[in-house]
């Protein structure tokens, strides 16, 4: 059984590498952990001449998958309400859904003009729904990939797009400063609601589905009858932007949260406004109901966290302890705890009784981008700019996990409804799933002539010139400078790279970086070691991440 268990993890880790180039799988052995069972059964096949130092950590870590394949930035991520799948929506016009569990993407679903910039799950998980600039709506099956209906009623870009929570209704806002609801069976547009005057960012619908908030770039947020599409309120009264707008658990409440420093309640039923919930002295970014839905926290730019009766309006607590921007609060699913993320690089878990602030969270070594709690209300998951997720004990305070293998900012974090899995995604085209059950920590010139002009199509951090004067030493390899001075002035940057860079190298593609030798591939590296800088030296090639915490030298 501990061999089929470490079999699935060294496939599962390495798949993008074996898939490409199956004589990788010998390479993937340098890049196992040093008690891998298929690691240790198979120590003599590693490749002889290449040293990888410092070596790999002793165990596998929590990281399943990287799951790459969009070659542009990941703008949404979400999982299905069964938790089998998983689905991201990119900068690259595409929509992919992969399997939760394995990790393989199971469909590629093509058709936006532009790029997508929303995807959601419907509650029975049998439906997909894409928002994209190029003003449609797509809805898609989720387990055949089939594009079932096109909605183009839009006339500028599609924001958001939201399920009803019986899944028999579509919701999408617009640029075109509209909300259009559409019947999931038949693909009718049902209704267009009209009245916003200026963009619709955000749309809402109630718990019990039958009404739908949204909320414009003027500060105004309507409430519609999700059946009629009339119009129940229209809530006016904020002075600048909208940046957050939730219900309450219960579907009575609703809050809005504005950049112009004030948070208001709303009835969801009469449409008025219960009370301006003001104190913040800047920016307020974000809105929660606790599930209960008797008290609603605000996050504000001015450091603080505010606790607010949902039923009378006072403001309970003001949580004190951060110095800098409060970016994001959750509620734990008991309602007992309350998270607030922050740039000032932790994450505070407070009673939401007693306003005591149980643990300050500390260990990310730059800014908080988002907080969630696991569903079961044990696990607490921090996305942060130093590329890394970690996941706390909520009882303790421990970071148990420290998630590393992203390479740019995670900007978004989210648990499965099983509480096992946690999806991450970061700026530039890379989503993660990883495993939460397994608690592993891991640790950590005479005339001055231009004689040559050569291009790279990436930028350069590394370059000398070899005693002889003949070879240009770079981070893509060695370049014969006698022949480029012998060749036609014009050099074609593609075909340079791969006649003139001679001995070890890294090349990349929009999906795999290699090390190379005389231009041929040699080993794959997996996106956790892929190079910020590198240098060359005859026959070392060293490269180091950008966060600064890895260097990996690789002798041949």
């Not at 950590?57 to 799951?67: A, D, G, K, N, V």
């Not at 939730?246 to 504005?258: E, K, N, Y």
């Not at 920016?283 to 926290?297: G, I, K, P």
């Amino acid at each position: 059984m501990e061999v089929i268990q470490d079999a699935h993890r060294f496939v599962m880790y390495h798949k993008s590498a074996i898939e490409s180039s199956p004589l990788q799988a010998y390479g993937a052995l340098l890049f196992s952990p040093t008690r891998s069972v298929i690691r240790v059964l198979f120590k003599d096949e590693e490749p002889k001449r290449i040293v990888i130092k410092p070596g790999m950590q002793e165990r596998w870590s929590s990281c399943l998958q990287t799951l790459e394949g969009h070659s542009s930035i990941v703008t949404s991520v979400a999982f299905s309400h069964d938790s089998t799948w998983l689905a991201s929506a990119s900068y690259d016009r595409t929509v992919k859904v992969w399997s939760a569990r394995s990790g393989k993407c199971l469909q590629t679903f093509e058709g936006h003009s532009d790029y997508v910039s929303s995807v959601v799950f419907s509650h029975d998980s049998t439906r997909l729904a894409s928002a994209s600039s190029d003003s449609t709506v797509k809805v898609w099956s989720a387990r055949s990939g089939e594009c079932l209906s096109t909605l183009k009623d839009h006339s500028d870009p599609v924001r958001s797009v939201a399920f009803s929570h019986d899944s028999t209704r579509l919701a999408s806002a617009s640029a075109d400063c509209t909300v259009k609801v559409w019947d999931t069976r038949t693909s009718e547009c049902i209704q267009t609601l009209e009245g916003h005057g200026y963009t619709v960012r955000s749309v809402a619908f109630s718990h019990g589905s039958t009404r739908l908030a949204s909320a414009s770039n003027n500060g105004i947020i309507k409430v519609w009858n999700a059946y009629s599409g009339k119009c129940l309120q229209t809530l006016e009264g904020h002075g600048n932007a909208v940046e957050s707008v939730a219900f309450s658990h219960d579907s009575t409440g609703l809050a809005s949260a504005s950049s112009d420093r004030t948070v208001k309640v709303w009835s969801a039923r009469s449409g008025v406004c219960l009370q301006p919930l003001e104190g913040h002295s800047s920016a307020v970014w974000s809105v929660a109901f606790s599930h209960d839905s008797t008290r609603l926290a605000s996050a504000s730019a001015d450091w603080t966290i505010k606790v607010w009766d949902t039923r009378s309006s006072e403001c309970l607590q003001t949580l004190k302890g951060h110095s800098d921007s409060v970016w994001s609060v959750a509620f734990s699913h008991d309602s007992t705890r309350l998270a607030s993320a922050s740039g000032d690089r932790t994450i505070k878990v407070w009673d939401t009784r007693s306003s005591e602030c149980l643990q300050t969270l500390k260990g990310h070594s730059d800014f908080v981008r988002s907080v969630a709690f696991s569903h079961d209300s044990t696990r607490l998951a921090s996305a942060s700019g130093d590329w890394t997720i970690k996941v706390w004990d909520t009882r303790s305070g421990e970071c148990f996990q420290t998630l590393e293998g992203h390479s740019d900012p995670v900007m978004l974090v989210v648990f499965s409804h099983g509480s096992t899995w946690l999806a991450s995604a970061s700026c530039y085209g890379t989503v993660k799933v990883w495993d939460l059950d397994r608690t592993v920590k891991v640790r950590d010139a005479r005339s001055g002539e231009c004689l040559q002009t050569l291009e790279s199509e990436k930028p350069l951090r590394s370059i000398s010139f070899d005693s002889s004067d003949k070879y240009l030493r770079t981070d893509i390899g060695v370049i014969d400078i006698s022949a480029l001075l012998t060749s036609t002035p014009a050099i074609n940057s593609a075909s340079t790279k791969l006649s003139l860079c001679q001995g070890l190298a890294l090349s990349a593609s929009a999906s795999d970086v290699w090390i190379t030798y005389n231009t041929k591939n040699l080993l794959w590296l997996p996106s956790e070691y892929r190079p910020y800088c590198s240098t060359v030296s005859g026959e070392f090639i060293a490269f180091g991440v950008e966060s600064g915490r890895l260097w990996w030298i690789c002798e041949i």
